[in-house]
Nanobody, 124 residues
């Protein structure tokens, strides 16, 4: 089992920045992939970014490329999402997730472990 706990959400104005954190505990493996997803009211959960725990390979949704940066601190078992140039359409609950392997890293159905989510609200 892997336990994930997100933090860092909040309310900011458009153009501002936030950094989300996801602390992982339990049976974490170097072969894991960790990802961020988000879900706005009335919409499906969508992929934001993913990172391979070993090696740090990253992958981003087109909608956040160039604005968001995913990273991890292996020693702290923590993943981060630095979000810059935020837009009102970035408003959503952001979820941290973990899976084994890299294949399918953008598909939420591939992830076995999920955090509770953290609300991000961007005002215009």
């Amino acid at each position: 089992q892997v336990q994930l706990v997100e933090s860092g959400g909040g309310l900011v104005q458009a153009g501002g920045s936030l950094r989300l954190s996801c602390a992982a505990s339990g049976r974490t493996f170097s072969s894991n992939t960790m990802g961020w997803f988000r879900q706005a009211p009335g919409k499906e959960r969508e992929f934001v970014a993913a990172i391979r725990w070993s090696g740090g390979t990253t992958y981003y949704a087109d909608s956040v490329k160039g604005r968001f940066t995913i990273s991890r601190d292996n020693a702290k078992n923590t993943m981060y999402l630095q979000m810059n140039s935020l837009k009102p359409e970035d408003t959503a609950v952001y979820y941290c997730a973990a899976k084994h392997g890299w294949y399918g890293s953008s598909r939420y159905a591939e992830y076995a472990y999920w955090g509770q989510g953290t609300q991000v609200t961007i005002s215009s």
